[in-house]
């Protein structure tokens, strides 16, 4: 087993390219979910303070270098983030596992490089952008350019800080914007490392930005203040709605990615060799902390037994423990007000009549984990896929089963949800899977495969799983102005 030295850091604020305390100096504690040990106090912003780092996101966009620089230059920087990101790639990968319990080696072989691949894409990306140009005939000639929005409000969530900080600062910072990042309270480690990484390289003061506290104070402040021009927002449906109020008055932008209930679709032809170990995969990757877990699984009943029996048995076989270690598939959920709220789905299984499949207590795990946030990969069956437990996304190591006789009463339980982010698909049949992606209302289907993402794609939901697209042009096209010129030629 990996020991890992747990002292307790002191995360400050990043604010124009220094380390600072709050204007009072209040703090507040982070803990490692996997033994309640504190292994973090963080300085807690006041209103205050998110005005002072929206002034200087400001001022470094309005009157310093980065937004004017070529573009050479600054995608240059960006890359230079990427490369020391690498460099650093263990020390991150540890603090992600420290805060999140998400297992080291899924940060390390997976988030970590993806974070710095998240950085050079867009870096190289916007390098290879061209424009449009409309010719009114001879007599005007109509271009377009993308020049920055202005200062980007950069709201991350706790399941995955460090890589889907990098997602909304890549675009944010090759479009030449400067940023104001508050990551999660619950999980700021990784991403308070942004700052000194961007200043190595090179990127300007007041460029990047780093905000710590709760989002019912710093979150609001960022999207009421009148200097924050857009907000880049991943989080639950419910803090969407909120944030959208908050920012109408100063009209900003909104990019949000918010919830989902994911339906993982099993037809009778899938081949289960390989549905059954990534369908594993998409229910409990991060303990099921994942916008995109595949928690609804659809099994046609023919195969429904077969299926059972082999996703049991392999859901058993996940090892869960400390996050540190290498040999471990699945760690604790992120804090204690989390646990509770995944462990009261147990009871709302049991009230609704579910069938308890394997799982529903709490793991025997060794002593000095005995106090972490730990639940056992859970499998419930239910024939009612308007179930609360099938239809809440609980975000948690528990997902259900349920069965389907055809093909079009699989797409109508599917798309029976208000979410809309994803989808899945099992199927050797390619015509299917074609009727079936075109049929499911979200903004990804994979078919055969999970969580492959090409950076280029659109990603987004549709119904309460977000607003807007990001990936490739679509990033780019949110976090710039498009600009028409029009040349008189005569």
Known sequence: MTTVEVKVRRVLHFINGKYENS?????????????????????????EDVKKVSEAARTAFDHGPWRTMSLSDRCDKIRRMAEIILERREEIARLEALDVGKPYSHAFTGEIPRAAHNLKFFADFMEKQGGEVYPMEEAFLNYTRYEPVGVAGL??????????????????????NTAVIKPAEMTPLSVSLLGEIAKEAGIPDGVVNIIHGKGSVVGTAITENKNVDLISFTGSTTTGKAIMKNGANTLKKFSFELGGKA??????????????????QAA???????????????????????????FKHAAESLVVGDPQDATTKMGPLVSE???????????????????????GGIPVLAPHLESGYYLEPTVYYHQDHTARICQEEIFGPIVTIIPFDT?????????DTEYGLNGVIWTENLKRAHRIAHGVRAGTIWVNCWFVRDLRAPFGGFKKSGIGREGGHHSLEFFSEAKNICIALN
Not at 26 to 33: A, I, L, S
Not at 263 to 277: C, S, W
């Open 155 to 176: 709201i991350t969530p706790w399941n995955a800080p460090f890589m889907l900080t990098t997602w909304k600062l890549g675009p944010c910072l090759a479009a030449g």
């Open 23 to 47: 204007s009072d100096d209040q703090t507040f504690e982070v803990k490692n979910p996997a033994t309640q040990e504190v292994i973090a106090v963080v300085s807690e912003a006041t209103e």
């Open 407 to 415: 093909e079009e009463e699989a797409l109508a339980i599917a798309n």
């Open 337 to 359: 007000e989390h646990f509770n709220k995944v462990k009261h789905y147990l009871e709302i299984a049991k009230k609704e009549g579910a069938t308890l499949i394997t799982g």
């Open 263 to 280: 339906a993982n679709i099993i037809f009778e032809d899938a081949d289960l060799d390989k549905a059954i170990p990534v369908s594993i």
């Open 284 to 310: 409990f990757l991060n303990s099921g902390q994942v916008c995109l877990a595949g928690s609804r699984i659809l099994v046609q009943r023919t195969i429904l037994d077969s299926f059972i029996e082999k």
